[in-house]
């Protein structure tokens, strides 16, 4: 029978063993309460409670940060709760957590969800991209993936549309400022041409009123040679009657 033989080092101290031993045993303990909590938060989560399914969530990371389960289930409760930011976080937080590409296309795959929720389908296009890489085969991220990508077209449309709308807002108040401006400025010139035209009414009022003075100075002037040409007429009338007159009187005084 062999037998077994111990070297002249000195064994280790009792104290130190002792104390190791409370180490793993409080470790199995500690294992087995983050596990509790666990099972605690799912069962409640299956119910509904998904405020009392946090609580379970948080107090098995409280004992156990690195368990990837309550972490993963917690992002979940928080998802059902529409805190949506903080369970996008909670998933952005065990992305690189070293589990199975299964178990990180879960964690994207419910990472887009939660963008998607938001409303940020930019994002949330990219965490569905991510989890088909990890598992190609996933129908259901397939085709939230197509649904994201159509919001996106949709959002980035009506953003090009509201873009143009604000173009074409502008270029129209634009025109409408140009228009104020081209209907002051004929405003401006039709005051001038009015205030133009009242300052040379009194020029025009004396050059009409000259006129008019030439005008009747014209007729005056055709009345007085009328007048004159019919006393003229009237008096080689008059001096033909009394040259007739005489002829008559020498020859009846001939007779």
């Known amino acids: 029978m062999m037998k077994t033989t111990f070297s002249n080092n000195k064994s280790m101290p009792l104290a130190t063993i002792f104390i190791l ?12 309460s983050d596990k509790k909590s666990v099972r605690q938060g799912n069962r409640e989560f299956k119910k509904g409670e998904f405020i009392d399914s946090e609580i379970s969530y948080r107090s098995a990371i409280e004992t156990n940060p690195e368990s990837f389960k309550a972490n993963f289930n917690l992002g979940d409760a928080l998802y059902r709760q529409e805190k949506w930011e903080e369970a996008s976080t909670q998933f952005e937080g065990i992305a690189n957590a070293s589990v199975s590409d299964a178990d990180k296309a879960s964690v994207y795959h419910n990472l887009g969800n939660s963008h998607f929720k938001m409303q940020q389908f930019d994002k949330s296009v990219e965490a569905y991209k991510q989890a088909l890489r990890l598992n190609p085969n996933d129908m259901e991220t397939k085709y ?7 919001m996106l077209q949709q959002q ?29 400025k004929n405003k401006d010139e039709q005051q001038d041409q009015d205030q133009q035209d009242q300052q040379q009414q009194p020029e025009n009022n004396e ?35 009394e040259q007739a007159r005489q002829a008559k ?5 001939n007779w």
């Open 144 to 150: 939230n993936l197509a649904q994201a990508q159509r």
């Open 249 to 253: 009187v020498k020859v009846e005084k």
């Open 156 to 184: 980035q449309n009506k953003d090009d549309q509201q873009d143009n709308q604000q173009d074409d807002n502008q270029n129209g108040e634009n025109d409408q400022q140009q228009n104020n401006q081209d209907k002051d």
């Open 207 to 241: 050059q009409q009123q000259q006129q008019n003075q030439e005008q009747i100075s014209q007729e005056d002037a055709q009345r007085m040679l009328q007048a004159i040409q019919s006393r003229e007429k009237d008096i080689q009338e008059k001096v033909k009657e």
């Open 21 to 32: 031993s409370l180490m793993v045993i409080s470790f199995g303990v500690l294992a087995q």
